[in-house]
């Protein structure tokens, strides 16, 4: 192994925050879990939305009779046919300075929202933020959907989680009215508050144009 690639193995993947519109998303994942190898009803109704059909028409994937017949996979897939409209790849959401503190955090696997799950305790509002926090860390994890496809994409492609703008709100709430406690054994003194604080400026942004927020990771 070179020493490059032994740079990229022990390099924490980077954490983007985008926009979503998960009424797509869930037209997506429904065709990809039924009947995936023949026109089923799911496929129809996810080619029936034109920004869709659009999205795939100009990558030259036209004349769909089955799954196979879209040759992007699944994580690809589904990220590339959630993007909000249809005018090509979104602005990651947060400021400059949140994009960069929240993308590859200084600490376990570098995903911020691993950090709020370790050390947020389950007192008062925890137990709520704790598991609202985890559609949009582990949405996408095998336990939900039986495979691992989702986070094994093509290029390093990785979808973690998404919530829909009605979640993204209650997870907005739930940060903002502060009724969360932090452990005492928290690694970085207000380091919790501080991906907090980033996250509701990420969600903020998301909800005010009616998305939902997707979280991926990517080397």
């Not at 979503?20 to 089923?40: G, H, M, R, Y």
């Not at 949405?139 to 979808?159: I, P, Q």
């Not at 209650?170 to 005492?184: F, I, Q």
Request: aromatic share 8%; glycine share 8%.
């Amino acid at each position: 192994m070179s020493s490059l690639d032994e740079w990229l193995a022990a390099t924490t993947p980077f954490h983007t925050f985008e926009s979503c519109d998960v009424a797509k998303l869930n037209l997506v994942l429904a065709a990809i879990t039924e009947a995936p190898d023949s026109q089923s009803e799911a496929l129809t109704e996810m080619l029936k939305h034109p920004e869709i059909s659009e999205r795939l028409e100009s990558q030259g994937i036209t004349d769909i009779t089955g799954r196979d017949d879209i040759s992007w996979d699944n994580a690809t897939l589904a990220w590339l046919c959630s993007l909000p409209n249809n005018s090509g790849l979104p602005k990651p959401l947060g400021s400059d300075k949140a994009r960069e503190r929240l993308g590859r955090y200084s600490w376990g696997d570098g995903n911020p929202l691993s950090y709020l799950s370790e050390f947020v305790t389950p007192l008062d509002d925890g137990e709520e933020l704790l598991a609202s926090i985890d559609l949009l860390a582990n949405r996408f994890a095998a336990k939900n959907f039986g495979h691992d496809e989702f986070r094994t994409g093509s290029g390093g492609m990785c979808l973690l989680g998404y919530q829909s703008v009605d979640e993204a709100n209650e997870l907005r709430r739930l940060l903002t009215k502060g009724k969360w406690a932090v452990s005492s054994e928290e690694i970085y003194d207000g380091g919790a508050r501080e991906i907090a604080k980033h996250l509701i400026v990420v969600l903020r942004q998301a909800t005010s144009k009616g998305w939902g927020v997707l979280l991926r990771a990517h080397k």
